[in-house]
């Protein structure tokens, strides 16, 4: 955008101050609102875009920058990630993922056929519109701390299936397009042999050159070098998926899983945080620039009918098919609700099939792109509905919590064999580095409150060998058993190493008596817990003495090393 005052010389600067403005006062007042300041970018892009008081007059050239965001947000879920745990994800992603997409795409086709639009259009729409927002759907998940939870997790399956099929339907669409249909699942074929080639030849050669680039990148001690490289790595990746038809946040999404399994992560995840965050609010008041109020207001019963019905279709499918993946009604309810939004996708194909290739008419193309629009407005309001669920779930889905679903669809991860106190304390730490887990616990009214809060806690006792494989027994790292009665957790450990003799076992004691029984339960390390209490406090009085620092952190590490060779027995 081009201003006629001669003193505003720098390209967009007005556009510029508009969005820090955003960021300064209405994400804030949002925030004190306690309601997503998602709405707030999506509000104030509306007001200033083309179709409301034009301060922005190109919504498509911030919309290419701002498309940065949701590469940095992508890249930021795959380091908090790695290549094991995606595997676990597997029969989500291509089980669910590929019947979410065909069964969308074909009930929105079958009302687009309805509505009169052409066979090949209503195809074309149908597709784009099975697609949800992975922008709108991850921030939700992560503002709320529920990526970790089952339907946080469900969801993202699906989203990374969406973006795969982001190459099957461009080609759809080009092919349609050119009024030739003759090579079409060749071509779809050999597309897709390129785009999974090209992921695979990033994964081997991330895997050998990252790291040896961050590490000489590290060794300049220089924060822009290092920042730099980040932003190089990012961006080379996306820009290679791009290239080979698949979406560039992909890319983004994998350049994080292959920095995930460096030890730079932390740094970069540091690092990345600012550009992430701002990049990201600068797309979703892209997306509220697309809205056309005319077209809105004009047929405004037909915006309305679309875009509730769009969201009911796609959250009925979408409950019912994750109910046949075995997720209680609420987690199903939860994840069709987040996946019933249109996505950003849309508008790059409702555009490009009314624009370049003349398969849908331009009415009916900014009418879709209004309904896409809209309904990814609603998306927070919709991941609000799911929450209220979720605390008003009927009386026989508190019992349904009590099992494991047999298919859960995780592994190497921690079980947890009583919440209390000292279990709930582990959980927040592996919850903070990203580590998995489940907790079996014999309240009631523990796991109801946990549960409530997403946390993966069911009852049941933690002794019961059916319950542990239930609770992927079969492909936990580790067994952490903290709970409070010692011949419980007695019971716990000989049933466990029974049933699993390679399975790493550890213990909390109660007390120090204890800890032989233990052992010989089968528990590979028992921790005492008043011994490292006692040494903490030693630790603490040595100091006030006048000891000096390091001779107390030596002082407490010899006791604690001497006591520890009495109580832990390896069993590698």
């Not at 349609?176 to 249909?181: L, R, Y």
Request: aromatic share 8%; with cysteine.
């Amino acid at each position: 955008m081009e201003h006629s005052n001669p003193h505003i010389a720098v390209p967009y600067l007005i556009e510029t101050v508009a969005f820090l403005l955003t960021v300064v006062v209405i994400v804030p007042l949002f925030k004190k609102l306690k309601i997503s300041p998602i709405l707030g970018y999506l509000a104030v892009g509306a007001i200033i875009g083309p179709h409301s008081i034009a301060l922005v007059k190109d919504a498509q050239e911030v919309q290419h920058l701002a498309e940065l965001g949701v590469i940095f947000l992508l890249f930021t879920i795959g380091l908090e990630l790695s290549f094991d745990r995606l595997r676990s994800y597997s029969k989500l992603i291509f089980g669910l993922g590929t019947m979410q997409v065909l069964f969308s795409a074909l009930a929105i086709g079958a009302v687009a056929v309805l509505w009169g639009n052409p066979v090949k259009a209503s195809i074309i729409i149908g597709l784009c519109l099975a697609l949800s927002s992975t922008a709108m759907v991850v921030q939700l998940l992560k503002e709320s701390g529920q990526m970790s939870a089952t339907h946080g997790r469900t969801s993202f399956a699906v989203l990374l299936l969406q973006d795969l099929a982001v190459v099957p339907i461009l080609i759809l669409l080009s092919v349609f397009g050119s009024q030739s249909e003759q090579n079409i699942w060749h071509s779809i074929a050999i597309s897709l042999i390129h785009a999974f080639s090209a992921v695979g030849l990033i994964i081997i050669l991330g895997r050998y050159v990252l790291r040896y680039l961050f590490r000489v990148a590290s060794k300049t001690n220089s924060v822009d070098v290092f920042t730099a490289t980040m932003l190089l790595t990012i961006l080379a990746i996306s820009l290679a998926t791009g290239l080979a038809g698949l979406s560039m946040a992909l890319g983004a999404f994998l350049a994080g899983l292959l920095l995930a399994e460096t030890e730079f992560r932390h740094q970069i995840e540091v690092e990345i945080e600012p550009f992430k965050g701002l990049l990201l609010g600068l797309f979703f008041m892209g997306v509220g620039m697309n809205l056309d109020f005319i077209v809105a207001v004009e047929n405004g019963f037909w915006v309305l009918a679309s875009v509730f019905g769009l969201i009911l279709v796609k959250a009925i499918i979408g409950t019912l098919l994750s109910r046949c993946f075995k997720l209680t009604w609420t987690d199903s309810m939860r994840t069709g609700l987040l996946l019933s939004e249109a996505g950003e996708f849309a508008f790059v194909v409702i555009g490009q099939a009314s624009a370049a290739y003349n398969l849908i008419d331009q009415e009916t193309g900014q009418f879709m792109i209004v309904v896409a629009g809209l309904s990814m407005i609603l998306t927070p309001a919709l991941a609000a509905l799911g929450n209220t669920i979720a605390k008003r779930k009927p009386l026989v889905e508190k019992y349904e919590q009590m099992l494991l679903p047999e298919n859960e669809e995780i592994h190497k991860h921690v079980i947890i064999g009583g919440f209390g106190r000292v279990g709930k304390s582990v959980a927040a730490v592996l919850k903070s580095q990203s580590v998995p887990y489940i907790a079996l616990d014999m309240n009631i009214d523990n796991v109801k409150k946990f549960r409530e809060s997403d946390e993966p806690v069911y009852y049941g006792d933690a002794a019961r060998p059916e319950l542990l494989e239930n609770a992927g027994a079969n492909q936990a790292s580790v067994l952490l058993i903290t709970m409070d009665d010692p011949i419980s957790a007695e019971n716990a450990v000989s049933s466990a190493r029974e049933h699993w003799p390679e399975l790493p076992i550890v213990v909390r004691a109660r007390d120090t008596d204890f800890k032989l029984e233990l052992i010989a339960a089968g528990a590979n390390a028992v921790v005492p817990e008043p011994l490292e209490a006692s040494l903490q406090l030693s630790g603490h009085v040595l100091e006030y003495t006048g000891m000096q620092k390091h001779e107390v952190e030596q002082c407490v590490q010899l006791i604690r090393a001497h006591n520890y060779q009495e109580i832990i027995h390896p069993k590698l």
